[in-house]
């Protein structure tokens, strides 16, 4: 136990022993506290104060919690925790110690329900003398305690606290009390179950009945413990005790009404408190203990002050526990049911590109750039972390439904530029009456032709460019001469490689092929000038002869997969009109030619491939290859083995995703000087190595579609709908495209399906509507010239009725020099496609988790350089700043990462 001793005693003679005058003082306070706990009555007053060495003053040690001696519960009167309250005081009226400044007001309420009788007043109207003090209250201690009449925001808290303890502790007064053990000096009472909710009551007859309440895991109040700190004073734009408003954090001053007490820290009251009334609150006894920091915290240790926060670790505590997600400090909760999701109307809004910069554009279905613009200097590129380029899908004009004009093959012959070779288009300018034109890609004067000479108007325009399709469409189609062929062009050819192995017809695939082929025969692009053929595998090669002279198919079965040869060369592509009959009557066979022969699960699709490359070496064309297993003979024989679990993660995880066998990248090569593109069809059951099979289809601008585990009646729909849809879209044969751009500027990069042969030019064996290439942009030179630059794009091939044509898409960009306007001016869509290849591609030489993390880190750099372009004021935070048109990136990565090629 501790012996209090009177505030004025303390104030003017410091921390000397008492004198008997004091000691009988205190005697006659006892009683008094004795009195009041018979009586039931509340406290009249209350008054804590910080204590004695936390204010940087001289006056002896430190003082610790201050414990009546022979208390044994009950609550403390005012008189008695008076007379600690002011011990140690380092200079009255100034806070920390400071001459001339006037200390704070702490921790003194009053109400008229304490006291019967007494009139009601407000805690900051009442004077101090009004409150009756017991007998023997030195006038000492009255001037000391009209220095704290207002309540500090440490205080409001903890007599907010101490008020529902004191209210649990009169029903446990009215109650019977049951008989407690006897407690040892020192030890903690037991406490109830108000212990579980953060308020620590201790139960009736314990020694430690005046306990200030605590949060849970915190030293008692009464404990002995390092003096308490003082409240720091408020700083502008910060909360209480100089912490800032995190997310979510409502301001105090934004509502109406009383405000809610604080916490010592100057931090929110903890969840269950509550503002209002109870902020006019009595103090309750056993609350104005010096020795303790708040809520139980320590002060600092001994000889140590500058430079320490007593309230550090509640603060941290009460944050932490405090954390929710908004966008800013006065936002309300965040939904995510509330975002935005790209599905319905919004979908369509979100896939919407970027207006065209000039009417004379092609349509965006056609080029898409992710920016509608240019960097004007590099270093502005370099702030631009996302992909700058176009994504160009040159037949999207088919599949949209749109005409193409055509320009007919005049005697002029097809007016281009002399030096970079780019095709007229309505960006060209003319001088000289109309005698020259200036190309608009890289500013070369040319001539123009006789045939093709027209005056100009008084705008400098020519005046029959309403006659001319290429002066006024971005996108027009010329009609090739002689010199732009190698070969008279080819007729469209489809060849069928069909596997017919056990597992082919198990797993029902020979039928829906079968069937899809037969129903799709009308419909077959180039009438009459369509050739087919077909051939069957499975430890052996079947060839079929169906000439339109045959009755009935017969079958050449070679058995030789080492080498394999042609049985007749002649004959294994005949013509889809004459050979209707036959080809007919081979489709309704087939599915059951071999279900009762098929014994073996051998696969020889590395010697059929061999095979149908000398078929199609002289005229080139399409080859279908429908595969139900892995194979197993001759050359590109796969094993199951390869797909080692223990190599993710590690420096050879990129080796599962490149052939494993040098016969399939071989193999594209050829395929593609001879103008043959290879759709793979692949239902396999367990491990498809996709990695060594999809390379020929992407030298040769194929296709792979996937069926893990076919099987005909889960997934025959869906592989008829997607073959019907290879047979029967619009295809361009013996294909070749180029891709020029303004002077300052290059293509640095092609990403999609095709052979590159140069820098620029993209083999194309066939294309269709349904193949988009990419294609990145960056500058050649530090500064880009003039105030706009160009793109044109053009696709030299045969259609399916054997014309050679030159189809040129061009698009002018505005060169933009604030990155401001590149993210106002970008296209989160075209972006989102382009990052899909880039991270596809780059998954071949990198782990998958690095892919993941190099697509993710280009976003997270572009949103913070964004954030940048805001001043501080006004960046929320823990708000998310980005711009419009980049609102469903996130989303469309998120995505990504988790589609089957990255995850």
């Known amino acids: ?23 009988q003082l205190q005697q006659h306070q006892m009683q008094h506290v004795q009195q009041q706990q018979h009586l039931q009555q509340p406290p009249t007053q209350h008054l804590q104060q910080p204590m004695a060495g936390s204010t940087g003053g001289s006056l002896g040690p430190p003082s610790v919690g201050v414990r009546p001696v022979g208390l044994q519960g009950g609550p403390i009167s005012s008189t008695a ?5 002011g011990a140690g005081t380092a200079g009255a009226g100034m806070p920390n110690g400071l001459p001339g400044a006037p200390r704070p007001a702490i921790g003194h309420h009053s109400t008229s329900q304490l006291q019967p ?21 030195p006038q000492q201690q009255n001037q000391v305690l009209q220095q704290y009449q207002q309540p500090g925001p440490m205080q409001q808290q903890q007599h907010l606290h101490l008020h529902q303890m004191h209210q649990q502790q009169q029903q446990h007064q009215a109650a019977p009390q049951a008989a407690q053990p006897p407690q040892r000096p020192g030890m903690a009472a037991p406490f109830s179950q108000a212990a579980v909710n953060g308020v620590l009551q201790p139960l009736q007859g314990g020694p430690s009945a005046h306990m200030r309440p605590t949060a849970p895991g915190f030293m008692p109040a009464s404990a002995p413990g390092p003096p308490m700190m003082p409240p720091r004073p408020p700083v502008p734009g910060l909360m209480p005790g100089g912490v800032a408003p995190g997310p979510g954090t409502v301001q105090a001053s934004a509502l109406p009404g009383p405000l809610a007490p604080m916490q010592p820290g100057g931090l929110p009251p903890p969840p269950g408190a509550f503002s209002g009334p109870a902020a006019a609150l009595p103090p309750l006894p056993g609350a104005g203990f010096p020795g303790t920091g708040p809520v139980g915290m320590p002060g600092p240790p001994p000889g140590v002050t500058a430079g320490y926060d007593a309230y550090a670790g509640q603060k941290l505590v009460e944050q932490f526990e405090a954390l929710t997600v908004s966008s800013g400090p006065s936002a309300m909760p965040t939904d995510a049911y509330a975002y935005p999701h790209p599905a319905g109307l919004e979908r369509a809004v979100a896939r919407s590109p970027q207006q065209p910069y000039h009417p004379g554009n092609c349509s965006s279905d056609n080029m898409r750039p992710t920016v509608m613009g240019v960097p004007a200097s590099t270093a502005l590129r370099m702030r631009w972390h996302l992909p700058l380029g176009v994504v160009v899908r040159p037949m999207a004009d088919e599949a949209c439904g749109r005409t193409v004009p055509i320009i007919p093959l005049g005697s002029q012959g097809i007016v281009r530029c002399r030096r970079c070779r780019t095709y007229m288009n309505p960006f060209c300018s003319w001088v000289d009456g109309g005698r020259r034109f200036k190309c608009n890609v890289c500013g070369m004067m040319n001539e123009v032709p006789v045939e093709y000479f027209s005056t100009l108007d008084g705008s400098g325009g020519r005046r029959d460019v309403l006659e001319r399709p290429e002066l006024s469409c971005g996108t027009v189609e010329w009609v090739a001469p002689q010199e732009y062929m190698v070969r008279p062009p080819m007729p469209p050819v489809y060849f069928f490689c069909i596997d017919v192995s056990q597992a082919a017809y198990a797993c029902g695939l020979v039928e829906v092929v079968c069937n899809t082929i037969k129903a799709c025969l009308d419909k077959l692009p180039g009438d009459e000038r369509t050739l087919v053929g077909f051939l069957t595998y499975d430890s052996s090669l079947h060839f079929y002869n169906i000439k339109p002279t045959l009755s009935a198919p017969q079958v050449l079965v070679v058995g030789e997969v080492a080498d394999p040869f042609l049985p007749l060369p002649d004959d294994l592509l005949v013509n889809l009109k004459d050979s209707r009959p036959v080809i007919e009557a081979l489709l309704e066979a087939l599915p059951h030619s071999y279900s009762n022969t098929a014994t073996s699960n051998d696969c020889a699709m590395g010697p059929a491939l061999q095979a149908a490359f000398l078929v199609l070496g002289h005229v080139g064309g399409k080859l279908l290859l429908f595969q139900a297993g892995l194979p197993s003979l001759g050359p590109g024989t796969l094993k199951p083995s390869r797909d080692n679990l223990n190599l993710y993660n590690t420096d050879k995880e990129p080796t599962l995703r490149v052939p494993e066998d040098p016969f399939f990248k071989s193999f594209a090569g050829e395929a593609s000087s001879r103008q043959i593109t290879l759709d793979i069809f692949l239902g396999t059951n367990g491990y498809a190595d996709l990695a060594s099979l999809s390379h020929i289809s992407k030298y040769t601008c194929g296709q792979v579609y996937h069926y893990p585990g076919f099987h005909a009646p889960r997934d025959g729909m869906k592989l008829s709908a997607e073959l019907q849809r290879n047979l029967t879209r619009p295809t361009a044969w013996e294909a070749v495209m180029r891709i020029r751009c303004s002077r300052g500027l290059k293509i640095s990069s092609f990403h999609g399906h095709f052979f590159n042969r140069s820098t620029d030019l993209l083999a194309l064996p066939t294309c269709d509507p349904d193949k988009v290439f990419g294609v990145q942009i960056s500058h050649e030179e530090t500064l880009v010239s003039g105030p706009v630059a160009y793109v044109q794009c053009a696709l030299l091939y045969t259609n399916s009725n054997g014309e050679r044509r030159i189809r ?6 505005p060169v933009l020099s604030e990155l401001s306007e590149l993210y106002r001016a970008c296209d989160g869509a075209a972006i989102a496609c382009l990052l899909a290849k880039l991270g596809v591609e780059k998954s071949h030489t990198a782990k998958l988790d690095d892919s993941r993390q190099a697509l993710l880190g280009k976003l997270s750099l572009s949103l913070k350089e964004y954030r940048l372009l805001h001043s501080a004021h006004v960046r929320t935070p823990g708000a998310l700043i980005y711009p419009s048109t980049l609102k469903y990136l996130p989303v469309y990565l998120l995505g990504l990462i988790k589609a089957t090629p990255l995850k």
């Open 117 to 137: 009788g007494l009139p009601a007043a407000s805690t900051a109207q009442r004077p101090l003398q009004q409150h009756p003090h017991p007998q023997g209250f």
């Open 1 to 23: 136990a501790f012996t209090a001793r009177p505030v004025a005693a303390a104030v003017q003679g410091g921390m000397g022993p008492m004198s008997g005058q004091q000691q």
């Open 808 to 813: 040129v898409h061009t698009m002018m960009l």
């Open 81 to 85: 925790l008076s007379t600690s309250a």
